[in-house]
């Protein structure tokens, strides 16, 4: 889930929502981690077996199997398939372009075809070589961007109570921070909060129960326990370092994207600072941009059978060359369009089988409380 959304996606929330949008993406994630919970117990319970052996799941199939709604589900597959192949690629390039271009001078073309190129290596191994990959990166590109975050808010943190004061004040009163926020509005922050915490944790769109379907565990459950996780770690934690980041150093009143938190951690970090975000970008974004892929092809084979899964390969990285080239705010309403789709879509699925994960939940953890389960663990 760890993507540019927690850096690019921060900032631009704080950029034309104003601090308080941190809060509304804090109030997303409170309820996103029951959301995805179910999304996720819901994906394991209605995966189904692929011809090549693979397991698939996610919206599409406890929508038309789960509901009976099969015009939803087809409907809800071309949604995310949207998503997938004319947003990601376009925001994640974009955000690595930018950093790449701020702190390297590399041509935002240039950073795109790299992207492209080592993105495709991986993809065209399928969900396996995906699966490796991710675990690879994923510990790495956390620890790292989560120390210079740590560095940036403490180095700065006789400005930690300000901080919280902008965040909080901004809310519900953003007129009162006078300054830069002249025209910000409480409906601005609420509406770039929940924009950009969706993007970046995912909660709700259903895209959680496509990657977590194919997981090797018979209780679903503790899967979704590990999908609530992840929206946790996802916003509370890395979210929030972001936005203390940038709130504490000043650098939140000028710049967006990852121009501002690269601003953030220069000031604290002389040069160093720039580097640790240009790096996290790269990974972060690749890392989304090679899990994002696969969201594709399970949409589209949904829709249209397996054969597609190579062709839309070239697709998908023909999209990551012209993602880097386009402007900021362009990139991200793309996003939050088809996020916005994808969830009014899916929450029919969600609320109309919350009973099943209820049930599966609470027969888990039964099992949890008995004896026999703690003599055998």
Same mark, same amino acid.
């Given at each position: 889930?760890?993507?540019?959304?927690?850096?690019?996606?921060?900032?631009?929330?704080?950029?034309?929502?104003?601090?308080?949008?941190?809060?509304?993406?804090?109030?997303?994630?409170?309820?996103?981690?029951?959301?995805?919970?179910?999304?996720?117990?819901?994906?394991?319970?209605?995966?189904?077996?692929?011809?090549?052996?693979? &397991?698939?799941?996610?919206? &599409? *199939?406890?929508?038309?199997?789960?509901?009976?709604?099969?015009?939803?589900?087809?409907? *809800?597959?071309?949604? &995310?398939?949207?998503?997938?192949?004319?947003?990601?690629?376009?925001?994640?390039?974009?955000?690595?372009?930018?950093?790449?271009?701020?702190?390297?001078?590399?041509?935002?073309? &240039?950073?795109?075809?790299?992207?492209?190129?080592?993105?495709?290596?991986?993809?065209?191994?399928?969900?396996?070589?995906?699966?490796?990959?991710?675990?690879?990166?994923?510990?790495?590109?956390?620890?790292?961007?989560?120390?210079?975050?740590?560095? $940036?808010?403490?180095?700065?943190?006789?400005?930690?109570?300000?901080?919280?004061?902008?965040?909080?004040?901004?809310?519900?009163?953003?007129?009162?921070?006078?300054?830069?926020?002249?025209?910000?509005?409480?409906?601005?922050?609420?509406? *770039?909060?929940?924009?950009?915490?969706?993007?970046?944790?995912?909660?709700?769109?259903?895209?959680?129960?496509?990657?977590?379907?194919?997981?090797?565990?018979?209780?679903?459950?503790?899967?979704?326990?590990?999908?609530?996780?992840?929206?946790?770690?996802?916003?509370?934690?890395?979210?929030?370092?972001?936005?203390?980041?940038?709130?504490?150093?000043?650098?939140?009143?000028?710049?967006?994207? $990852?121009?501002?938190?690269?601003?953030?951690?220069?000031?604290?970090?002389?040069?160093?600072?720039?580097?640790?975000?240009?790096?996290?970008?790269?990974?972060?974004?690749?890392?989304?941009?090679?899990?994002?892929?696969?969201?594709?092809?399970?949409?589209?084979?949904?829709?249209?059978?397996?054969?597609?899964?190579?062709?839309?390969?070239?697709?998908?990285?023909?999209?990551?060359?012209?993602?880097?080239?386009?402007?900021?705010?362009?990139?991200?309403?793309?996003?939050?369009?088809?996020?916005?789709?994808?969830?009014?879509?899916?929450?029919?699925?969600?609320?109309?089988?919350?009973?099943?994960?209820?049930?599966?939940?609470?027969? *888990?953890?039964?099992?949890?409380?008995?004896?026999?389960?703690?003599?055998?663990?």
């Amino acid at each position: 889930m760890v993507g540019n959304g927690n850096i690019a996606g921060v900032c631009t929330s704080i950029a034309m929502g104003g601090p308080g949008a941190v809060f509304w993406m804090w109030v997303l994630a409170a309820v996103g981690m029951a959301t995805k919970m179910v999304e996720v117990i819901l994906g394991h319970k209605f995966r189904r077996i692929m011809p090549d052996g693979s &397991m698939a799941g996610g919206p &599409m *199939y406890y929508l038309r199997d789960g509901l009976h709604l099969p015009w939803l589900a087809g409907t *809800y597959a071309l949604f &995310m398939a949207g998503k997938a192949t004319f947003a990601t690629t376009i925001i994640q390039s974009n955000s690595i372009a930018l950093a790449m271009q701020s702190e390297l001078g590399l041509k935002p073309w &240039m950073a795109g075809l790299g992207l492209a190129f080592i993105t495709w290596l991986v993809i065209v191994g399928g969900i396996r070589s995906i699966g490796r990959v991710t675990e690879f990166l994923s510990p790495i590109m956390v620890v790292f961007y989560v120390l210079g975050g740590l560095f $940036t808010i403490f180095y700065f943190y006789d400005r930690i109570p300000e901080a919280v004061s902008l965040i909080f004040v901004g809310a519900f009163k953003p007129s009162a921070l006078g300054g830069g926020m002249v025209g910000a509005t409480v409906a601005r922050a609420i509406r *770039y909060g929940l924009a950009r915490g969706s993007y970046s944790n995912e909660a709700g769109t259903g895209t959680a129960a496509v990657l977590h379907a194919p997981s090797r565990t018979a209780e679903p459950a503790r899967q979704g326990f590990l999908g609530a996780l992840d929206v946790f770690i996802d916003t509370m934690v890395i979210c929030t370092i972001t936005a203390l980041a940038v709130l504490t150093s000043g650098a939140w009143t000028h710049g967006t994207s $990852t121009e501002m938190t690269a601003n953030a951690f220069n000031l604290a970090l002389p040069v160093a600072g720039g580097i640790i975000v240009a790096a996290s970008s790269f990974l972060f974004g690749y890392s989304s941009l090679i899990a994002v892929s696969y969201y594709g092809k399970i949409a589209l084979s949904f829709l249209l059978g397996p054969w597609i899964h190579k062709p839309y390969n070239w697709i998908y990285c023909l999209f990551i060359i012209v993602g880097a080239t386009l402007e900021v705010e362009a990139a991200w309403s793309v996003g939050d369009m088809f996020n916005g789709l994808m969830a009014i879509t899916n929450l029919v699925g969600v609320v109309g089988l919350s009973g099943l994960a209820v049930r599966t939940v609470r027969l *888990y953890l039964q099992k949890l409380d008995s004896p026999d389960t703690l003599v055998s663990s």
